[in-house]
């Protein structure tokens, strides 16, 4: 008789039951430390520069009477209070752009640490050992709450010791308000995150889905604060509930009430969904996917278009709704900017003329970098397509590598411009009715302005993709992350120009408050084509697969 010895497999209930909360705390904790200390330098940057920009009292007293009755730059950045004082100023100039930069950072984080583990097919083994699929979520809830505790205390300190460094007169307590207030978005956000990934299959939905949620949030408190007798919308809107925290000057902490309370729910029912349902499906239900036509695989460029096709409409609308926007409130927002630091700002880039000029100037600035951030998701979709094994499958159809890379970079330009076309075109029209003097050739003109630094952005995350697969988001959000932060340096006063040319928004002319620099479109855009050039070569000769 033959005797098989079969080898005892043994683990710790324990540890098994900490692998969701270690892989969220190990993926949140680090980068909500590093976003704090990028918020901190933030907040500091506007305190100091209120100081070397507005130094007398007049000067001050000036500033609070332009722009706290400007109905066009409290829709855009919120009410404007005590801006003779410095605590109301750096909420004024800061707070808004911190708060949207938080969510964003809360979405991509709740939806990859919940329904992209379960999509990755991450979970399939804890799941299978003494871990339930709602234990699973609630410790990844437990982890990214305690990320968003982590910003918190850490840019009340990283604001506290700075003040007293530069000594801007902060309080402790106000420091540590105006961090809560901040982070009371990301709070939200990763609990509609952990909510909609029950909604949602997949996790490209619920970023839509909750990038849409960001809008319709902004878009009721823009409203409420259009001074049109709506100011009641503000209560309706999860970032309206956080700007009515009026942090550092006259705070009301009674609206942490609604934002808690939503959170607590939303988490709450998070994890009641995930114990009534099995791994991989969802509350709305898993699409079964359909056989592919015959014609998209014929054609790479058709498949391409398919596959981003929501995708790039979402992008259609907040691109062109965001330059609506702007265009609309120039004239408004643009007599506010003579003798402000906007101004002495725009003019370090070369930026000249009138208030509403200097402000579309800015304005294209903007949209530059929305164009980046669309272009570098198409190419992290297409790592995603591999990392997910989706590829591989694609690939053993009659397509080839070239093909399949080939079409989704024709899909990338063809988007740009499309997306381009149709936003400037809208811009365009309210200028035209508003009477601001913009011909249609001058703002075609800023396509070609605004165009290069995503191209630039696209050309090195697709670098990466060919050469470093798993540094594809590092190279991309890394060459982001970088510029935006030199911008906000180089608002400062004097800094290195070596370093301010580093940045890939100084590279942008503020047009038509100044014309377009030719050379550093030329270079951006060159460098971009390199960079999809050697990375297609690259991709058509390594290994495919998730690493």
Not at 25 to 45: E, P
Not at 219 to 235: C, T
Not at 287 to 313: D, E, G, M, Q, V
Request: hydrophobic residues 50%.
């Amino acid at each position: 008789m033959t005797v098989t010895l079969v080898p005892k497999i043994s683990f710790s209930p324990v540890k098994r039951t900490q692998v969701p909360f270690r892989r969220a705390i190990r993926t949140s904790v680090k980068s909500s430390l590093l976003w704090s200390v990028a918020f901190g330098i933030v907040i500091l940057s506007s305190s100091i520069s209120y100081k070397s920009f507005y130094p007398t009292a007049a000067s001050r007293k000036m500033l609070q009477s332009v722009f706290s009755t400007n109905v066009a730059t409290n829709s855009l950045f919120g009410p404007a209070y005590h801006l003779d004082q410095i605590a109301g100023f750096t909420v004024f100039k800061s707070f808004f752009t911190l708060i949207i930069i938080g969510a964003l950072w809360a979405i991509f984080l709740s939806s990859k640490a919940l329904r992209g583990e379960e999509e990755n097919l991450t979970w399939e083994h804890v799941i299978a050992g003494t871990t339930t699929l709602a234990s699973a979520t609630l410790q990844v809830i437990i982890g990214l709450t305690e990320a968003v505790v982590s910003m918190w205390v850490a840019i009340t300190f990283v604001v506290y010791l700075g003040s007293m460094q530069s000594h801007l007169g902060f309080s402790f307590l106000q420091c540590a308000f105006f961090a809560l207030a901040i982070t009371s978005t990301p709070l939200l956000f990763i609990s509609f995150g952990a909510l909609a990934s029950q909604l949602f299959a997949e996790r490209k939905t619920v970023n839509i889905a909750l990038g849409w949620l960001l809008g319709i949030s902004y878009a009721l408190r823009l409203v409420g604060d259009s001074g049109i007798g709506l100011h009641w919308l503000d209560y309706l809107s999860p970032i309206g509930w956080v700007e009515l925290l009026h942090p550092m000057i006259d705070p009301k902490p009674i609206f942490l009430l609604p934002i808690f309370l939503c959170s607590g729910l939303c988490l709450a029912a998070s994890v009641a969904m995930a114990s009534r349902r099995d791994l991989g499906q969802s509350a709305v239900g898993v699409r079964t996917p359909s056989r592919i036509s015959p014609k998209y695989l014929r054609s790479s460029l058709a498949f391409s278009f398919k596959l981003i096709s929501t995708n790039l409409f979402s992008w259609l609308i907040s691109i062109s709704v965001t330059g609506l926007i702007l265009a609309r409130v120039a004239e408004s927002v643009g007599s506010t900017i003579t003798g402000s630091s906007v101004k002495t700002v725009l003019e370090r880039i070369g930026g000249q003329g009138n208030g509403s000029n200097l402000f579309l100037g800015l304005s294209f600035v903007i949209l530059a970098m929305l164009f980046a951030f669309m272009l570098l998701g198409q190419v992290l979709a297409m790592r995603a397509e591999e990392s997910s094994g989706h590829l591989d499958t694609l690939l053993s159809k009659p397509i080839s590598r070239l093909r399949w890379f080939g079409g989704r970079i024709m899909v990338l330009i063809a988007s740009e411009f499309l997306v381009g076309l149709v936003s400037i075109l809208l811009i365009w029209i309210v200028l035209a009715t508003e009477h601001l003097g913009q011909g249609f050739t001058g703002v075609l003109l800023s396509i070609v302005n605004i165009m290069p630094p995503g191209i630039l952005v696209a050309g090195c995350a697709i670098f990466a993709f060919g050469w470093f697969p798993t540094k594809t988001s590092l190279a991309g959000y890394g060459i982001l992350a970088w510029s935006m932060m030199v911008e906000i340096i180089a608002g400062l006063g004097k800094s290195s120009q070596f370093l301010v040319d580093t940045s890939i928004f100084h590279q942008v002319s503020p047009y038509p408050a100044a014309s377009i620099n030719w050379k550093s479109a030329v270079i951006m855009t060159g460098i971009g084509v390199v960079g999809t050039l050697l990375g297609a070569y690259r991709f058509n000769k390594r290994d495919i697969g998730p690493t």
